[in-house]
């Protein structure tokens, strides 16, 4: 199993910059991909960033530019760098993890969250 803790949110007016971290434990070496989801209130959850095994990453349209997804791996931790927030990015921002394809278990774990928000 895999367990995955989020850290770095907190309160930030618009415009400004804000670094979450997500450390992976527990099975770290199945990993093939992990990213970042966020869920504002009412809205399902959505794509931010992700980074695969290899290194390859991909964004969503709407934080390109501003957001910077990277990874320690003497740490096991990802991170996300948020600049320029707006108040549209104010969620709950998730760490997920996709295990190696054709390995038993769950296919995917998530962090518990840590609460993003940016005052206009």
């Known amino acids: 199993q895999v367990q995955l803790v989020e850290s770095g949110g907190g309160l930030v007016q618009a415009g400004g910059s804000l670094r979450l971290s997500c450390t992976a434990s527990?099975?770290?070496?199945?990993?093939?991909?992990m990213g970042w989801y966020r869920q504002p209130p009412g809205k399902q959850r959505d794509l931010v960033a992700t980074?695969?095994?290899?290194?390859?990453?991909n964004y969503a349209d709407s934080v390109k530019g501003r957001f910077t997804i990277s990874r320690d791996n003497t740490k096991n931790t990802i991170y996300l760098q948020m600049n320029s927030l707006k108040p549209e990015d104010t969620a709950v921002y998730y760490c997920?993890?996709?295990?190696?394809?054709?390995?038993?278990?769950?296919?995917?774990?998530w962090g518990q969250g840590t609460q993003v928000t940016v005052s206009s």
């Open positions: 527990g099975g770290i070496f199945t990993i093939n991909v």
């Open positions: 980074i695969t095994r290899g290194g390859s990453i």
């Open positions: 997920n993890a996709v295990k190696i394809p054709g390995l038993p278990g769950k296919t995917d774990y």
